[in-house]
């Protein structure tokens, strides 16, 4: 990778940081051992209205209290958590604690609500407090939080991986995060079974947004070529090293064999394994290397949504599913991280498509190759298919720029009107 950043003091150490991990055919079964491990005997249950439907959130609360754990279920996550949505959660599990663990069942709003009330049922303050600069205050979280199992139910967000929290600030039309190391589940349950009840549509937004994980850490700022850091100092998301690399590699490959599979079959459980391999290598990989401008670009895009309604999703309000936001502006994205990582951008492209021709114009490969894919799938071809048009790109920009936790992780220096010509390239890719 050609370094475009020049620290005095070149950091020397990076960071990796993981949760326990479970991962298997019927591993759902086993949680009851695995919460009496951790000596818990009231535990609250996290999920939303459509997981809860499928029964499965059901299913496990039920064999929970059969093992003699007392179990409350709030089955209340909003897909796509707003701080309204958080708040609702938070209070319901202030009123009905203590507990002495939180087992989140559903996708990464699940998750990520879970984590927000874990937060916050153990720490003083207001959802505010926590939520990231600029938009909220970045406190950080002063007492220890309650153990945490993350059950996924969807194959991508790898919420169950990370120390992130995503959600929507309705007052400021933003999706932001909050983010510290103590937000990681204790233990991430991994049953491929629980993903066969996915529409494609889900399949396949959440299988880009594994995708995107994947390529944004494995092209992400090398972590040398941070300024040298103290211990307080830091962070998560340390750059690209060669752990995350590992992990980013492997599910690049996993997806270029499956992920196409999966989705025309969702009955597939082979391939529902190996996606939902792929989504835990990912999440391993950016939940310490960061993510960069496809991500800095979705919450705009999901906070700005007006009318777009996705397939496979039952829901009563607009919006841009997290991965097929992230989706939407990834190859453009891409063409300009290009020469930051030549090597890397080729190489990712030929993990994905192993027999794909290469252009003459190397950094086209990369973006061709996701360009295929996203179609194969049925992802919208690009911004202007959710609603959005030149005269919104403005707006777009603005909100991106909230994003520097992750622009700062980006393999060059990004300015506004290099955000201006990546959301324009991506108004429309077929």
């Known amino acids: 990778m050609v370094s475009t950043f020049h620290p005095e003091h070149p950091e020397t150490v990076f960071t990796y940081g993981a949760p326990g991990l479970k991962f298997g055919v019927g591993a759902r079964h086993e949680l009851s051992h695995d919460l009496a491990q951790l000596e818990a005997r009231r535990v609250l249950v996290v ?17 929970l209290r059969a093992a003699g ?6 089955d209340r996550s909003r897909v796509e958590p707003t701080d309204a949505s958080l708040i609702e959660a938070i209070d319901f599990a ?5 507990f002495d663990a939180i087992v989140a069942v559903g996708g990464g709003s699940s998750i990520d609500t879970a984590k927000a009330v874990n937060l916050l049922v153990t720490n003083e303050g207001e959802l505010m407090d926590y939520v990231n600069a600029p938009v909220g205050r970045a406190r950080a979280p002063r007492n220890v939080l ?5 059950v996924p139910t969807t194959t991508g967000t790898g919420s169950e991986s990370t120390t992130i929290c995503v959600l929507d600030v309705l007052s400021q039309h933003v999706k932001t995060g909050i983010s510290h190391p103590r937000l990681r589940p204790t233990l991430a349950v991994v049953d491929p079974e629980l993903t066969m009840s996915q529409p494609a549509g889900v399949t396949a937004a959440s299988g880009l947004d594994i995708l995107c994980h994947a390529l944004e850490s494995y092209t992400a700022r090398p972590f040398q070529s941070y300024e040298h850091k103290t211990a307080e100092q830091r962070v998560p998301y340390c750059g690209s090293n060669p752990i995350a690399d590992m992990w980013s590699e492997k599910a690049l490959s996993l997806m270029s064999s499956a992920f196409r599979t999966v989705v025309r079959n969702g009955d597939d459980l082979a ?14 990989g950016f939940g310490n290397a960061g993510v960069h401008i496809p991500h800095a670009n979705a919450y705009p895009i999901a906070g700005q949504v007006r009318d777009f309604r996705p397939e496979g999703y039952d829901v009563d309000h607009a919006m841009v599913p997290h991965g097929m936001a992230v989706s939407l502006t990834a190859p453009a994205a891409f063409r300009f991280t290009f020469e930051a990582s030549p090597d890397r951008h080729v190489r990712a492209a030929e993990l994905l498509a192993p027999h ?3 252009p003459d114009d190397a950094a086209e490969f990369l973006p061709q190759v996701l360009a295929a894919i ?9 911004i202007g298919a959710v609603g959005f048009a030149e005269g919104d790109i ?11 936790r992750l622009l700062a992780t980006a393999p060059l220096e990004v300015t506004e009107d290099d955000l201006s010509t990546i959301l324009a390239e991506s108004i429309e890719f077929w």
């Open 146 to 150: 309650l153990p945490l199992i993350a």
């Open 47 to 63: 999920t939303d209205p459509g997981v809860a439907a499928t029964g499965g959130p059901g299913e496990i609360a039920d064999s």
């Open 394 to 404: 403005d707006e777009l920009v603005e909100g991106t720029m909230k994003q520097q």
């Open 271 to 284: 391939a529902r394994t190996e996606v939902a391999m792929a989504a835990t290598f990912a999440g391993l």
């Open 94 to 98: 202030r009123a009905e604690g203590p």
């Open 69 to 74: 754990i007392d179990t409350v279920v709030f």
């Open 356 to 358: 794909a021709e290469r």
């Open 374 to 382: 996203m179609r194969d799938v049925g992802i919208p071809a690009g």
